[in-house]
Nanobody
């Protein structure tokens, strides 16, 4: 089974940028759709973005559309979330998740994702 390891979180001022990475080990990374989800204290886990196995299809939540970019490098077994124009409301624990899929239709239900990383904290100060 695939194992996922997030990195790149930290403290940044509003308007700043961060790039999160999701390094995968195990079966070929190209067998999986990948998503980034986030959970703020006292709130439910929510989708931020997702990408199909090939990178050809992408999904963004309305709250991050135009500011976040999801992409992947299957040769490096790594997924990425570039976060620009960060806002204090983006503060959350960010998780990388994967599910076996060779479809160009992206799963957008969190419970459909089988494998999860440990999370990386993103804090945006005002």
């Amino acid at each position: 089974q695939v194992q996922l390891f997030e990195s790149g979180g930290g403290l940044v001022q509003a308007g700043g940028s961060l790039r999160l990475s999701c390094a995968a080990s195990g079966p070929p990374f190209s067998n999986y759709a990948v998503a980034w989800l986030r959970q703020a204290p006292g709130k439910e886990r929510e989708f931020a973005a997702a990408i199909s196995w090939s990178g050809g299809s992408k999904y963004y939540a309305d709250s991050v559309k135009g500011r976040f970019t999801i992409y992947r490098d299957n040769n490096k077994n790594t997924g990425y979330l570039q976060m620009d124009s960060l806002k204090p409301e983006d503060t959350a624990l960010y998780y990388c998740a994967a599910t076996p899929s060779r479809s160009h239709t992206i799963p957008v239900v969190p419970t459909w994702y089988t494998y999860w990383g440990q999370g990386t904290q993103v804090t945006v100060s005002s």
